[in-house]
């Protein structure tokens, strides 16, 4: 398996973050590294949606998805979330909003760009929240429901803004 760069974002002081064009006929499959989270609101998590073939964001109720968070400061303290026909792919990544409180998502999408199978995803992502002294970590599964070919991502957030978010796209070979 080899990673292609394709490109990256950045944005300061929003509260979102669109990245056109970086899915293709190129790949079927895409790596997507948001290596700088710094948000502006203690406690907001990190969403998502699609971006389709011109570059709007999709915000029908067409997305399902489910998320497994582990809370690292208690024993087997853990909550398990989902919904069907919600309007974005919730819940990637939670965390505070002080100095070093920003942490990482891994997220792996299946076949954006072919408009013949559902859209898939799978991420990783960890936060740490100083007022609580405890790392979250999350694990989340997503579907676009729909045979939609999407060109691109937009990630918002559910509460305040990023103070900074960078993010970088790769092709799967």
């Known amino acids: 398996m080899k990673y292609e760069y394709i490109k ?12 056109t064009d ?36 999709i915000t029908t109720a ?6 497994y968070l582990l809370d690292a400061d208690s024993v087997a303290k853990f909550s398990i979330g989902g919904s069907e026909a919600d309007t974005r792919i919730r819940g990637i990544q939670v965390g ?26 799978l991420s990783q992502g960890v936060g740490y929240f100083a007022t609580f002294t405890t790392v979250f970590a999350y694990k989340t599964i997503g579907m676009l429901k729909g045979t ?11 509460t305040g803004g990023y103070d900074n978010l960078t993010v970088d796209v790769y092709g799967i070979k």
């Open 62 to 67: 067409s997305y399902d998805w489910c998320g």
């Open 8 to 19: 990256s974002a950045t944005t300061t002081s929003t509260t979102s973050l669109t990245i």
């Open 148 to 158: 939609t070919q999407c060109k691109g991502l937009y990630f918002l957030s559910n």
């Open 96 to 121: 505070g909003n002080g100095a070093n409180e920003n942490g990482g998502v891994a997220l792996y999408i299946f076949k954006p760009f072919d408009n013949t199978t559902y859209t898939t995803s």
């Open 22 to 57: 970086c899915f293709s006929a190129s790949y079927d499959n895409y790596y997507v590294s948001i290596s700088l989270i710094d948000k502006d609101t203690n406690g907001s998590y990190i969403h998502y949606r699609y971006l389709d073939n011109t570059n709007t964001p």
